[in-house]
């Protein structure tokens, strides 16, 4: 298969799962269309062809051709450093044939560009019933915020070593967000949970879940306990929401969220949580990425679309039978 239809197979995948919905995320490419006749040339170069087709600045193809072959394994991890590109080539030279590298993190411009994801909180604030003028003004202030976080970073070390190994590397952020979200909202819809328990419980009947929790990683309630009652329930899986204490009050109070699942939260958020009494339930980053993962290669297999995977960096694979390699952590005991 080729690099490029391997690419686009997988941010098809994130827009039929996209949270704000599929004919939202089309709508907004048409726009993107329309705004970028009137660009200058050093904007359209800017912005880049891929602008117009891929709604996920956060997911990339960072190094490697367009028809570039992809036939045989693929080394898949959460995030990728240079340790994990050098690691494809020196695989390569023991005779485990590496056709390409694929993080969920974004990287390279990837990375440097994924501020524009935060924007596409605005749709999905308006979806739980916040006013845009109101969603705009936070979601923008905090893009900015990130904008200046990622400016002094070093986004070019992994791209640069992939390069240089000629070993294709990809990022699929927005993709693997988006089918967790799906699956995770699918699921509590038909368990209906309560409390906040029975929430936990749904999340640990998952394999990525009790994997995660024999290393110490297991779903965690941040704010509330094991008999608060759920409420209206939003998921959040680009760790964006909750990070301004006006958001706290703005999802509570207008929104009438009573709980929020996401990734992870920061100690500052957890305090504005328990403050506006909003239950908070964190998945733990390493057992909903590799989740993620596995629901994306799983509906890439249902297109006819089937690799060998080899899992680094956190990645753990349950969901086939595929032949997958990966330390397991129970040989060490």
């Given amino acids: 298969m080729k690099l490029h239809d391997l690419y686009k197979s997988i941010y098809q995948i994130g827009i039929k799962n996209d949270p704000r919905g599929e004919d939202y995320v089309k709508n907004d490419l048409k726009h993107r269309k329309d705004q970028y006749k009137t660009y200058s040339i050093e904007k359209k170069d800017e912005m880049g062809s891929e602008y ?136 509590l819809r038909e368990k209906r949970p309560e409390f906040l328990c ?11 879940f009790v994997e995660a929790e024999k290393i110490g990683l297991a779903v965690k309630i941040l704010s509330g306990n094991l008999k608060s009652i759920c409420g209206n329930i939003i998921i959040d899986m680009t760790g964006a929401l909750l990070e301004e204490e006006k958001m706290f009050d ?5 929104g009438k969220v009573g709980t929020v699942i996401v990734k992870k939260l920061s100690e500052k958020c957890i305090k504005f949580a328990q403050k506006y009494k909003l239950n908070v339930i964190a998945t733990n980053y390493v057992a909903v990425e590799s989740l993620g993962l596995n629901l994306m290669f799983q509906a890439l297999e249902k297109r006819g679309i089937n690799f060998d995977l080899v899992g680094c960096s956190g990645y753990r694979h349950f969901r086939d039978k595929r032949r997958v390699k990966y330390i397991k952590y129970d040989e060490f005991q």
């Fill in 52 to 187: 117009l087709k891929n709604p996920y600045f956060d997911t990339r193809v960072l190094y490697g051709k367009r028809n570039r072959e992809i036939s045989d394994s693929i080394l898949v991890g959460l995030t990728i450093g240079t340790d994990e590109i050098l690691m494809a080539d020196l695989m390569k030279d023991a005779g485990q044939n590496i056709d390409l590298v694929i993080g969920s993190y974004p990287d390279g411009k990837a990375m440097a560009t994924s501020f524009h994801i935060i924007e596409s909180q605005i749709g999905f604030l308006q979806q739980i019933g916040i006013p845009v003028n109101i969603a705009e003004g936070i979601i923008l202030n905090r893009v900015n915020k990130l904008k200046r976080r990622i400016a002094p970073m070093n986004l070019d070390r992994e791209v640069s070593t992939a390069i240089l190994m000629d070993t294709p590397y990809m990022c699929v952020h927005s993709p693997v967000n988006n089918i967790t979200h799906t699956f995770i909202k699918n699921l």
């Fill in 198 to 208: 029975d929430i936990v419980e749904v999340l640990m009947k998952e394999s990525e």
């Fill in 250 to 254: 703005i999802i509570t109070n207008i």
